[in-house]
Structures are given as C-alpha cells and as structure tokens.
C-alpha cells in the first residue's frame, strides 16, 4: 500500500455547512471545537447548524427534490456510482481523518470508505426494482400501483465509523429519488465535510447537504415540516427523543440503536475459533465502540476457565493502545474526555457489585505516545451477575461481561433479559443447536460461529429498544418510498 497522505493535506479546507451546492456560514455565527482523541488535543472549530440553518439547507433540498425525483433511475444510479468512484479516490485520506478525529487505528479505518462505495454501488444497482405492480380486478378497471420517493430525507450518523456511515447511509434514499440532508456526529465532523468537499461537484445542488451541528440541529431536522423522514444510528435515548419530535408530522423513522449483545457458547464449541471470537467480537481495536460489540459472554461450565484465560491472552497480544494514525496501532481511545470517565465509572461500579475484574479496568500509563488521550485498557470481568450494571447497560467501551452458564433455559433468560435486541452470537458445532437456538434468542441478526460481519443484502437491524426498520437490504431501499395506486375505469 502506498503511504498514507500526511493529515494537513487531509483536512478539509471548509469547515462551514454545505447545502445547496455551496458552503455557508453558520447564521448564528456558532463554531465549536472538535478534537483528537488521541492525546486530548484541539483539532479545529466547526461550524454548528442551528434551527435557521437547518431551515434553510431543508428548503434547497425540497427545492431540488423536485428534479432530483424526476431524474430517469439509471441516471440516478451513474451519479451514484460516480460518487463511489470518488470516495474510492480519496479512501486513505477519509480513513486518516477518521483515525485523527475518533480515535479509531487508521488501519481499520482504511477498510470504511471501502463499505461507503460498495453501499453506493449496490443501491445503484437496486434501482430497477423501484417498480409499481399492476393488479387484476375486473374487465372494466385496471390497477396499478406506483412508488413514489419520500421527499427530503435527515440522515443522523454516530461518531464511531463517520465516513462509512456518511457515504453509505446517502445510498438508499438518494437511490430512491430522495434528496438528503446528513447531520454529522458532532464529536466527529472533519471525514463528513471532507466527503461534501470530494462530492460537491457529483450530485444536483441541493440533492446532497451535510450539516454539522448538535443538538439543536437535531431537533431541527426531527421536527422540519418539510424533512419526510428521519433516521438515526445513536443511542436509545437519542432515537427516543427524536421518535417524540417526530410524532407531531408522523414522519417515519429508521433506528439503528444501542446493543448489549450476547455471545453463547455451548458446549461442543470449537475452543479455537471460540477464543478468537469472544476476543474479536468485542470490538477492542475501536475500545468497543459499537453497536454490535458482543458485550455479554456466556461461556459453559464445562470450558468456561480454559476459554477465559485463553481470551485474555489473546486480547493482551492482539490489542495495544498507541497513536490513531499510525498503522501500527491495534487499539484507540474512546471519543472524548466525558466518555472516558464514563467508562471508567461502570468499571469502577463492577468492581463494587463484586465482579471479578481479571483483565484492565485502568487508563493505561508508561506510553508517552498517547499522553493525555482518552485510552482505557481492554477490560474484561468475570463472575458477572445479571443484577450488575455491567450486566444491564450499554457501556460503549472496552469492557467485556462473562457469565458461566449451566441450564440451557436459565441462560436463554438471562441473554433475554434485556430491553436491547441488535445482535446475538453462537457458537457450536451441531447445526440443529444452533438453528433450535436461534428463535429463542431476541435479536435482529444472528451470527453462528462468527461475529460482526455485515454482508450486503442480508437486513440487518434491531429488535426491541435496539431500533426500527432495516437496512444494507432491498428493504431499506423501499423504505424511503411510499405507494400510490391508480385506478382507472375501462368502461
């Protein structure tokens, strides 16, 4: 691989709002810092959306709604595709941006701008499916039904995967003859207003807008009259709250929401390939900050000791905090300084509830490199009970919760026993377990002797308070259409 681009020439010249085909100064002149997790270190100031803003990046996004719509869908799907070929262009600086601005090693980050295309190249490829039905009735009528684009669509993405989401989560909507309006995670905006900057010259003015703001931008897009659909990955409080906002137009909504994701090893797993996956799953390399992150292990009785000495050996040569840019590094801090204490205070709760802490729990010390940065050990607990909080809420950190399990009922109950449906792992080598197993377990998309792999076309999302509707599928297309049926007399 060629070197990577050196982070000034990287960051994006604009840190203003782009709509409309242009940028734009913030009306209430507000800028506010963003920055590198890696040492705790002011980045720059970005511009932030507020009510005004967002008001008037909605109106050139309905007006060229209109255009937009009416583009022939094969068209739709070339400037799709050319905007795949771009990111594709600019994979590397995208994934340094990512690496300085969440924290994540930019060696994984490499592989996001990647996702983002071939998101935009299959959507491209779905749009022929954008097709009515006719319906036979009776000799003197014919039916037909057409689907239709929303409008103006809000896109909400986290901070974890900016670009990836940035890129990918315009595919659907745009495909669907949509114009989209992105707010970027506020802790991390620069790959964001990178990519508007790499794609202004791509797409219709007003088809693509991305808006960097908080809260109040939020609420905004939740709650515009003209915004026909709303959609988040975040928090579950997050989803709630734009849920409320968004009931008083009814607009739909598509959630994907937090996790506390169970992995279940029965006993006939195969310990290798179980180690490496209660290790991976886990999500060190980005300190656990994902929505999938399998936080809850079950390991049986009858190889629970074995297996979690090996998981802790495996982490602690698998996983070392270092510096985000340099592609050496296998793990990054959390996003901020807040979620660092955060972090630290379920750690310290376990601790108390009498968990057993066998790997981590500190802010590791001794490496210049990272000093002042927001890094946590890898941590895993063990002797976790249901009861402990560890046990119950989603941390969004490097900590791990492994429980030992015997009765195939009471384990299935615990592993329910949450208000959280994402993702679930098994692991087992007899299929009838597995496929007995999975209609018991609540989650929306299940791996059987592997983890966190998305596949394009396979419907992932949540059960529960984990989220609404699906994506990465044909469904998710269809969801920012709506039908209208035809009716016309023969007679």
């Given at each position: 691989m060629a070197a990577l681009p050196s982070i000034q020439d990287s960051l994006p010249s604009h840190k203003?709002?782009?709509?409309?085909?242009?940028?734009?100064?913030?009306?209430?002149?507000?800028?506010?810092?963003?920055?590198?997790?890696?040492?705790?270190?002011?980045?720059?100031?970005?511009?932030?959306?507020?009510?005004?803003?967002?008001?008037?990046?909605?109106?050139?996004?309905?007006?060229?709604?209109?255009?937009?719509?009416?583009?022939?869908?094969?068209?739709?799907?070339?400037?799709?595709?050319?905007?795949?070929?771009?990111?594709?262009?600019?994979?590397?600086?995208?994934?340094?941006?990512?690496?300085?601005?969440?924290?994540?090693?930019?060696?994984?980050?490499?592989?996001?701008?990647?996702?983002?295309?071939?998101?935009?190249?299959?959507?491209?490829?779905?749009?022929?499916?954008l097709r009515g039905e006719t319906i036979p009735q009776s000799d003197d009528t014919f039916h037909y039904t057409l689907r239709e684009p929303l409008g103006v669509v809000a896109r909400i993405i986290a901070f974890n995967h900016p670009a990836m989401f940035a890129g990918g989560k315009m595919a659907a909507p745009l495909a669907a003859g949509n114009t989209v309006v992105i707010k970027p995670p506020d802790?991390?905006?620069?790959?964001?207003?990178?990519?508007?900057?790499?794609?202004?010259?791509?797409?219709?003015?007003?088809?693509?807008?991305?808006?960097?703001?908080?809260?109040?931008?939020?609420?905004?897009?939740?709650?515009?009259?003209?915004?026909?659909?709303?959609?988040?990955?975040?928090s579950v409080p997050t989803g709630k709250a734009i849920q409320r906002a968004a009931a008083d137009t009814l607009k739909p909504t598509l959630f994907e929401l937090g996790g506390k994701n169970t992995l279940l090893a029965f006993p006939d797993a195969d310990i290798d390939?179980?180690?490496?996956?209660?290790?991976?799953?886990?999500?060190?390399?980005?300190?656990?900050?994902?929505?999938?992150?399998?936080?809850?292990?079950?390991?049986?009785?009858?190889?629970?000791?074995?297996?979690?000495?090996r998981v802790c050996d495996y982490v602690k040569t698998h996983y070392t905090p270092g510096v985000p840019t340099d592609m050496s590094t296998t793990m990054g801090p959390v996003i901020s300084k807040a979620a660092q204490e955060r972090v630290l205070s379920y750690i310290e709760s376990a601790k108390q509830e009498g968990a057993e802490l066998v790997l981590g729990g500190k802010v590791p010390a001794g490496i210049p490199e990272i000093e002042g940065g927001y890094f946590i050990e890898p941590t895993i607990f063990a002797n976790v009970q249901p009861h402990m909080r560890i046990a119950r809420e989603e941390i969004f950190g490097p900590v791990m919760s492994v429980f030992k399990w015997s009765d195939e009922d009471e384990v299935i109950r615990q592993v329910n026993a949450t208000p959280y449906g994402l993702t679930a792992t098994i692991?087992?080598?007899?299929?009838?377990?597995?496929?007995?197993?999975?209609?018991?377990?609540?989650?929306?998309?299940?791996?059987?002797?592997?983890?966190?792999?998305?596949?394009?076309?396979?419907?992932?999302?949540?059960?529960?308070?984990?989220?609404?509707?699906?994506?990465?599928?044909?469904?998710?297309?269809?969801?920012?259409?709506?039908?209208?049926?035809?009716?016309?007399?023969?007679r």
């Open positions: 203003e709002l782009f709509y409309n085909g242009q940028w734009h100064a913030p009306l209430s002149k507000e800028y506010r810092e963003t920055f590198n997790p890696g040492n705790g270190s002011v980045i720059d100031l970005v511009a932030q959306a507020g009510a005004r803003d967002v008001d008037a990046a909605v109106e050139a996004a309905h007006q060229a709604f209109a255009g937009w719509r009416s583009t022939p869908p094969a068209q739709r799907a070339a400037y799709l595709r050319k905007a795949a070929d771009v990111i594709r262009q600019h994979a590397e600086e995208l994934a340094l941006l990512d690496a300085f601005n969440t924290g994540n090693p930019v060696a994984e980050m490499l592989s996001d701008a990647k996702v983002a295309a071939a998101n935009l190249d299959y959507f491209a490829g779905l749009t022929p499916m802790q991390a905006p620069l790959s964001c207003l990178r990519l508007a900057e790499i794609l202004s010259d791509v797409f219709p003015p007003g088809v693509l807008n991305i808006l960097p703001g908080g809260v109040e931008c939020g609420k905004a897009l939740s709650t515009h009259p003209l915004v026909s659909k709303v959609t988040l990955i975040g390939i179980l180690v490496e996956g209660v290790a991976r799953g886990m999500n060190f390399t980005w300190a656990g900050q994902s929505c999938g992150s399998t936080s809850r292990v079950f390991l049986h009785e009858s190889h629970h000791d074995e297996v979690l000495q692991y087992t080598q007899n299929m009838a377990t597995a496929h007995r197993t999975v209609p018991k377990i609540e989650a929306g998309f299940i791996w059987v002797n592997q983890v966190g792999r998305h596949f394009l076309g396979i419907p992932f999302g949540g059960v529960k308070e984990s989220g609404t509707g699906r994506e990465e599928c044909l469904d998710e297309l269809l969801s920012f259409t709506q039908t209208k049926s035809v009716n016309v007399s023969l």
